[in-house]
C-alpha cells in the first residue's frame, strides 16, 4: 500500500530510553492504609523528593482508582543499571520497614504524549 509505512521504519521512530519500574506492593494490603503507612510517610515523601530532584524519579504515584488504594504504589525511575534501580529500591522507607516489597522491571519509553503548559503570570502548570 502507498504511503503506509513500514514496520522497520516505525521501529526506528521509537525513543528506546530504558528506565525502571518500581513496584512497590503492600505486603498486606488493606483498606485504610494511612494508618499502616503514616509512621513513616515523612521519609517516604523526603525519599520521594530527593530523587525527584537528582533526577532519579521520572513519575510517581499511588496505585488506585474509584475502587479504592490498597497502600500500594509504582514509580518510574532512570538508572544506569537494573541493579541500580534494585539497590535504590530497597532504600525506599516503607520497603525498609517491611511494609511494602519493592520490585524492579525494566520498562522501555518508546512512545506517547504529554502535554505541558505553562502560566508564567500566575505560576501554574498543567500537565496533561
Same mark, same amino acid.
Given at each position: 500500500?502507498?504511503?503506509?509505512?513500514?514496520?522497520?521504519?516505525?521501529l526506528a521512530k521509537l525513543r528506546q530510553?530504558?528506565?525502571?519500574?518500581?513496584?512497590?506492593?503492600?505486603?498486606?494490603?488493606?483498606?485504610?492504609?494511612?494508618?499502616?503507612?503514616?509512621?513513616?510517610?515523612?521519609?517516604?515523601?523526603?525519599?520521594?523528593?530527593?530523587?525527584?530532584?537528582? @533526577?532519579? !524519579?521520572? #513519575?510517581?504515584?499511588? /496505585?488506585? &482508582?474509584?475502587?479504592?488504594?490498597?497502600?500500594?504504589?509504582?514509580?518510574?525511575?532512570?538508572?544506569?543499571?537494573?541493579?541500580?534501580?534494585?539497590?535504590?529500591?530497597?532504600?525506599?522507607?516503607?520497603?525498609?520497614?517491611?511494609?511494602?516489597?519493592?520490585?524492579?522491571?525494566g520498562w522501555q519509553l518508546n512512545e @506517547?504524549? !504529554?502535554? #505541558?503548559?505553562?502560566? /508564567?503570570? &500566575?505560576?501554574?502548570?498543567?500537565?496533561?
Open positions: 500500500m502507498a504511503g503506509t509505512p513500514h514496520p522497520q521504519d516505525l530510553q530504558q528506565l525502571y519500574l518500581l513496584d512497590m506492593t503492600m505486603i498486606t494490603p488493606t483498606e485504610d492504609p494511612l494508618p499502616v503507612l503514616g509512621p513513616h510517610l515523612d521519609e517516604h515523601l523526603a525519599w520521594l523528593i530527593e530523587r525527584e530532584n537528582n @533526577g532519579t !524519579l521520572f #513519575l510517581s504515584g499511588q /496505585l488506585g &482508582d474509584e475502587t479504592g488504594w490498597d497502600g500500594s504504589g509504582m514509580a518510574i525511575v532512570r538508572a544506569e543499571s537494573r541493579a541500580a534501580a534494585e539497590a535504590d529500591a530497597q532504600t525506599e522507607p516503607f520497603c525498609r520497614a517491611g511494609i511494602r516489597r519493592n520490585t524492579i522491571r @506517547g504524549r !504529554l502535554t #505541558l503548559e505553562l502560566k /508564567l503570570f &500566575d505560576n501554574s502548570f498543567t500537565i496533561s
